[in-house]
């Protein structure tokens, strides 16, 4: 097995050692075997970062539009070239299945710079108004606090858009799948990008990620991640004003109509708690479905459950472990919590799938006769864990969907146009996939409630990166 040891962290365009001494280790969780280590950073570290990102923000956010666009399409082609390495990473760091690592990891972190390059090329920066004019200026330095469940995507989704800004970043992998911004960190470089421009600190949430937040020379903080830290970086973020934006967690219903076709909504339920082991943070977890076909509808989630296996992450499986063992713990104890609530349990439970005993591996579970009130219907759990909630009309499916307090997506499943609209434009939630609808790299990702604060990808993005200025009577 490789060796992923990074002890280094990069500011100011070169690979430093830390100014403290303690590190971590990096666990393969399909193997629970130690895949190196890195270091844990300091304050010192971290201003260091800072005062590197804060000496490039006069030149790099006077780039222009162009030089730009050549940057991110220069960091395509580097990112093109470690692929192999990408989906290696993440298959090791995370457990996620070779064909995830590839088809979803490697091809939606590519997505987000592909598309912060096109979409820069029809943006515009000022606007004209007769009176005034509209200025939209770099909003300076950016710190970037980034997730484990998606290394490439939700790191390249922010760095992406702060480059096309012209902003330079300070970026906090997270601990437990750091080695993924590693690899994007060489691309970087290798793409040329400017000193001071990019840099990495690796480290703790409560030293780095508290810094990161709290400190006087970040100009704006994105992170995406639990509600509970989106609340104390907020707290942190308002000692100096700074303008954050969250990504936060969420609850998503998938909604399915009388008319819609079995199989394909079993299967599409299924995959939102299969893929990636169900740690994404838009996935469907809870599945409604009609009374009259409810009984129809469980019987075909069980037909289709063993076309996503669980197992070894290369050997063909589509469902990998868990992250951790920590996550691990808190996925069985909302398994258990549903069987306490008197949730019917249709397939999976506690323990280990038969023959995985190395790895933190998780049953797929999925639970029936759930009421919308129950601790497994209201709360996050992150793991590959379903819940099916009849309803009877499509407005109490409505209600169903919108009486939680997150609002990151929905989903409808079903042939009624009228049906499908009114479902689609009344769930409160700030991205809606209507019959497994292909994802757009151009449309805006964010939640409402609190599931979060601004929109990432493609135009909506670059926006997060600038503020907005007014210059009246400007001469011609």
């Not at 330079?168 to 997270?174: N, S």
């Not at 934006?245 to 599409?268: I, N, R, Y």
């Not at 169900?278 to 479905?289: D, E, N, P, W």
């Not at 999976?348 to 933190?360: A, I, K, M, V």
Request: aromatic share 8%; with cysteine; hydrophobic share 35%.
């Amino acid at each position: 097995m490789r060796n992923y040891n990074q002890l280094k962290h990069y500011i100011n365009g070169e690979w430093v050692e830390s100014t403290g001494s303690e590190t971590e280790p990096v666990i393969n969780p399909a193997t629970e075997e130690k895949l190196g280590e890195i270091s844990l950073g300091t304050q010192e570290d971290l201003d260091k970062a800072v005062s590197a990102a804060k000496a490039a923000f006069p030149s790099f956010s006077q780039t222009s539009k162009e030089e730009r666009i050549e940057m991110l399409e220069r960091i395509v082609e580097e990112y093109e070239k470690r692929k192999d390495e990408l989906i290696e990473v993440m298959t090791d760091e995370l457990g996620s299945p070779l064909t995830v690592s590839e088809n979803v990891h490697y091809k939606m972190g590519r997505a987000h710079f592909a598309q912060a390059a096109e979409s820069l090329r029809n943006f515009s920066f000022t606007e004209d108004r007769g009176g005034h004019t509209i200025v939209k200026d770099t909003v300076g330095v950016s710190g970037l606090i980034t997730p484990w469940n998606f290394p490439t995507n939700q790191a390249s989704t922010k760095i992406a858009s702060a480059f096309a800004a012209g902003s330079p970043v300070v970026l906090k992998p997270a601990e437990l799948t750091p080695y993924a911004a590693i690899i994007l960190t060489e691309i970087f470089d290798a793409a040329g990008v400017p000193k001071g421009a990019f840099n990495l600190v690796n480290g703790s949430g409560s030293v780095i990620g508290n810094r990161i937040s709290s400190h006087p020379d970040i100009d704006f903080v994105s992170f995406t991640g639990s509600a509970g830290v989106g609340q104390k970086i907020m707290e942190n973020a308002s000692e100096t004003i700074t303008n954050v934006a969250l990504e936060l967690g969420g609850k998503s219903p998938l909604v399915v109509l009388e008319d819609a076709d079995l199989t394909t909504a079993a299967k599409s339920a299924v995959n939102h708690i299969a893929m990636n082991s169900g740690q994404v943070c838009s996935a469907a977890t809870r599945i409604l479905v009609p009374s009259s076909i409810k009984e129809d509808f469980e019987q075909e989630v069980k037909n289709v459950l063993p076309e996503f296996p669980v197992g070894d992450p290369r050997g063909g499986n589509y469902v990998g472990p868990l992250v951790a063992q920590k996550q691990w713990d808190r996925v069985q104890s909302y398994i258990e919590k549903g069987i306490e609530e008197g949730a019917t349990l249709l397939a999976g439970g506690t323990g280990e799938p038969e023959g995985l005993d190395t790895g933190f591996y998780a049953k797929p579970t999925i639970f029936t006769d759930v009421k919308n009130d129950m601790v497994i219907a209201q709360e996050e759990i992150f793991g590959p864990v379903m819940s099916i909630i009849s309803y009877d009309t499509v407005d109490e499916a409505i209600d169903i969907s919108n009486d939680v307090f997150y609002g990151l997506a929905g989903y409808v499943i079903g042939k009624d146009r009228d049906k499908v609209r009114k479902v689609a434009t009344n769930i409160r939630a700030g991205r809606i996939g209507v019959n497994n609808a292909d994802l757009d790299f151009s449309a805006p990702f964010g939640g409402y409630k609190q599931s979060g604060i601004g929109r990432e990808w493609g135009d909506y993005g670059i926006e997060e990166y600038l503020e907005t200025k007014a210059i009246m009577g400007l001469p011609e």
